[in-house]
C-alpha cells in the first residue's frame, strides 16, 4: 500500500475501497478532476494494479467508462466531484442499465453539514440515478480511528455487494455517493492521522458465486422439436460473449431454424458456424407476399428486440404464435406485452446431442429470399459509383480486417449497418448505445471501446451524432488505443428525412436537420489528430484496409443528405 493511503482517515477509507474493488476484479477507473473527490482520486491514481485515466469533462469520461465496460464485460470505476458534475453521468447510466454494463459509480459528496444550506457545490445526490442504477447506497463518514474494526468490515460488504449486483446479480451500473469532511488532502495530524500501515487482508471478501455456466441439453426445452420455429437475436440485455454467440450460430445450423441476427449481435460474422443465418430480413418483410410465405409457428427470442421496424411489426403480427425467450436478466423485454415464457438461460448454456437436420422448409424458404436480396444489393452497389452514404457499410463490411470491434452510432448508421450488413466469415465485434437509442457519448463510447479491446477499433456515425460528443477529442493525449472514425458527413440528422415533418419547409431543414457546417479537418488539426476525405470508394478502401495501431483518425465521407434518403427508399422499397 503506497505510503499517502495512511495519512489520514479520508484516505484509508478510500484505500480500502479501492482495495476492496481489486479483490473485487476491478482493473479500470476513469477519473474527472476535482476537490472533494480528492481522496478517491488519490487512491486509484497510486494503485499501480489499475488503469487510470483522467478525463476533463465528467460525460465524456462516463461514456469512456461505458465503452471500456461493454468491451470488456468487466466492472468499470467512474469516480467525480460532487454537484453537477454527477449529473452528467445520467446519459451513460442509462445506457449501462439497458446494456447491462458494469459500471461502479462512485460519487463525492459533502457531508450532511454542507447539505441544504446553500453551500458550494452542493446539490442532492441521493438516488439521483432513480431506477436506472442497479443498486445505491450512500456509504458512512470515514471513522476516526486507527484500527481495523467493523465498520471498515461494513465498508468490504458494501463495495462486494455493489460489485456483486453490477457483474452477477443484476449486470448494469450500480452508485455508491460517497461523503467526506475536510481536509481532503492526505495531511497528516490532522482527522486521527497519521494513520499506521493497514492489512487490508484480515478483512474477508467472499463474494456470493452464482453458477452461470450450468449446462442444460436443449431437447428439454419446449421449442426443441419446432421445425416452424425462427429465431430472433436482437441487442442483449446483458454482456454476451463470444461463446454465447457462436453456440447460439450451431444450434440454428443444427436444428435447421432461421437465425434473423440484429447486427448489434456480431452473428453476422459467424458464416462458417450457420449455414441459416439471415441479415436481409428488412428489406425482404417489406413485401407483403413474403410476408405471408415466411411467417413462421413459433418464435424464439435471444436478448432485446431488435433495431429494424419493419421485422417489429412482422414479430407484431406472430405474437399470438407460440413464443419463447432467453433470457439471463432481470429486465422486461417484452415492450409487446404478448404471452411469451422467459427461460433464464444464456445461450451458452444450451447443449445440444442432436445430428444437424436436413434443411426444413421454413428454412429454405427463409434462405431462399435472403439470397435473393443478397445478390439484389451485391448488383446494386457494384454498380454505384458515387459516394452513396449506404454504400459505406458493405464496403466497410468486405474490408475491415476479421475480428475489428466496431462502433455504430444511433440514428442512420445504426439503420443502415442493419439493412445491408451481409453475413460473412469476418468475426466483426459490435457495441451500440441502443438501450436509449440517442446520440449521447458517441465518440466517448467508441473511445472506451477501443481502449479496452486492444485492438484497431472503428465508430461509424453521421456528423451531428460526432459533433453533439465531440469533447471525446479531450481524451487524446490520454488515448492509448486507436479508433478510426468513418464520419459521413451529410449535413444534418439523416434520420429527420425518414419523418412527415421533412415535408414542411420552414421549419424542418434549421429546426430539425440542423445543418453544421463544421469544418471537421480544421476540428482534427485543433486536437492534433489524422484526417482523411476520400473522394473515391478505392481511396476508403485502402484507408480502411489498414487501421493505424494507435492514436485517433476521422475519414471523412461527405455525402447527399436528402438524394441519399431518396435512393436508399427506392433500394429498400416501402415500409
Known sequence: MHPLLRANRNTVWAGLIVESLVRCGLRRAVISPGSRSTPLTIAFALDDRIEATPILDERSASFFALGCAKTSGEPVALVCTSGTAVANYLPAVIEAHYSGAPLIVLTADRPPELRDCAAGQAIDQVKIFGDYAHYYHELGLPPVTRQLDERHAYLVRMITHSCTVATTLQPGPVHLNIPFREPLAPVDGVLGGPFPAIDFKKLPLAPPVVNINAKTPLEELPFADREDLIVVAGPPETRYTEDDWRNLAQLCNAKSWPLLADTSTGLRGLGEHCETLIAG??????????????????????????????????????????????SPGKLNLNSSYAPIQTIPLRPSQLTLSDKVKSRTPLAEKWLAAENAQQRDFKHFFRDCGHLFEAKLTPVLANTLPKGTPIFVASSMPIRDIEFFWPINKKEHAFTVNRGAN???????TALGMAQASGKPGVLITGDLAFLHDQNGLLTAPEFTGSLTVFLVNNNGGGI????????????????????????????????????????????????????PKQGIQIIELTTDRKADMKQRGELLGPA
Do not use: M, N
Open 438 to 444: 440517442g446520440i449521447d457519448g458517441t465518440l466517448s
Open 496 to 547: 429527420f428525412e425518414k419523418l412527415a415533418i421533412s415535408d414542411f419547409e420552414p421549419p424542418f431543414e434549421r429546426f430539425f436537420a440542423t445543418p453544421q457546417k463544421v469544418d471537421f479537418a480544421k476540428l482534427a488539426a485543433a486536437h492534433g489528430i489524422a484526417h482523411h476525405a476520400p473522394k473515391t470508394w478505392d481511396d476508403l478502401k485502402a484507408l480502411a484496409r489498414k487501421l
Open 281 to 326: 430480413y428488412d428489406a425482404i418483410l417489406r413485401d407483403v407476399v413474403k410476408r405471408h410465405e415466411l411467417r413462421p409457428g413459433a418464435v424464439l427470442f435471444v436478448g432485446q428486440l431488435p433495431t429494424s421496424k419493419v421485422l417489429r411489426s412482422f414479430l407484431r403480427e406472430c405474437s399470438l404464435l407460440p413464443s419463447w425467450r432467453l
